[in-house]
T-cell receptor
Framework: GAVVSQHPSWVICKSGTSVKIECRSL??????MFWYRQFPKQSLMLMAT?????????EQGVEKDKFLINHASLTLSTLTVTSAHPEDSSFYIC?????????????FGPGTRLTVL | SQQGEEDPQALSIQEGENATMNCSYK?????LQWYRQNSGRGLVHLIL?????REKHSGRLRVTLDTSKKSSSLLITASRAADTASYFC????????????FGKGTTLSVSS
């Protein structure tokens, strides 16, 4: 299976600042990665699909100008939360499709906890 | 958007008892997966069941899938305190390469 890392694992920032979260595929080239957001005591909500070399596709209700996604290479996708506010505090998780035996399966990063003061 | 709906939302049992969680979904799927998440931590993949499978076992876990009813169940037998966590079902649509859509989850508490 694919190994996915995220950096940082947690970050605390002041309101109004921008935060960049990296998602790396360590052993697999992924043309597509996904970004999810999870608020406390809630489930994971898909935010956007990150496509290598092209624009990301955002889910309804997710502001593309606020959550900038850049999939610059087959092993790296970044999510930048611009002008972060306390309501953006959440657990952000990326994932990608990789081969597990004969099938494609989705592999998840360990997540990044963002706290905006 | 969320596709799956789990029930119950919360479940409290004693060690040694079995825990059953159910998941319903809305559209046709390729696979259904169950994940576990300890509080504040990442996801742990438990089991994947394909749309042409009806039942699958992995250790103390048993998953069933009924595509006619668009539902699945996760049974944890002989539960342990360490099984305390949130459990989510997730489905992927027929179209290849689409993201997993998660249900709302069941919070399981196992007391010793």
């Amino acid at each position: 299976g694919a190994v996915v890392s995220q950096h940082p694992s947690w970050v605390i920032c002041k309101s109004g600042t921008s935060v960049k979260i990296e998602c790396r595929s360590l052993d697999f080239q992924a043309t597509t990665m996904f970004w999810y957001r999870q608020f406390p005591k809630q489930s994971l909500m898909l935010m956007a699909t990150s496509n290598e070399g092209s624009k990301a596709t955002y889910e309804q209700g997710v502001e593309k100008d606020k959550f900038l996604i850049n999939h610059a290479s087959l092993t790296l996708s970044t999510l930048t939360v611009t002008s972060a506010h306390p309501e953006d505090s959440s657990f952000y998780i990326c994932s990608l499709f990789g081969l597990a035996g004969p099938y494609n399966e989705q592999f998840f990063g360990p997540g990044t906890r963002l706290t905006v003061l | 958007s969320q596709q799956g709906e789990e029930d119950p939302q919360a479940l409290s049992i004693q060690e040694g008892e079995n825990a059953t969680m159910n998941c319903s979904y809305k559209t046709s799927i390729n696979n259904l997966q169950w994940y576990r998440q300890n509080s504040g931590r990442g996801l742990v993949h438990l089991i994947l069941i394909r749309s042409n499978e009806r039942e699958k076992h992995s250790g103390r876990l048993r998953v069933t899938l009924d595509t006619s009813k668009k539902s699945s169940s996760l049974l944890i037998t002989a539960s342990r305190a360490a099984d305390t966590a949130s459990y989510f079902c997730a489905t992927d649509a027929i179209q290849a390469g689409t993201a997993l859509i998660f249900g709302k989850g069941t919070t399981l508490s196992v007391s010793s």
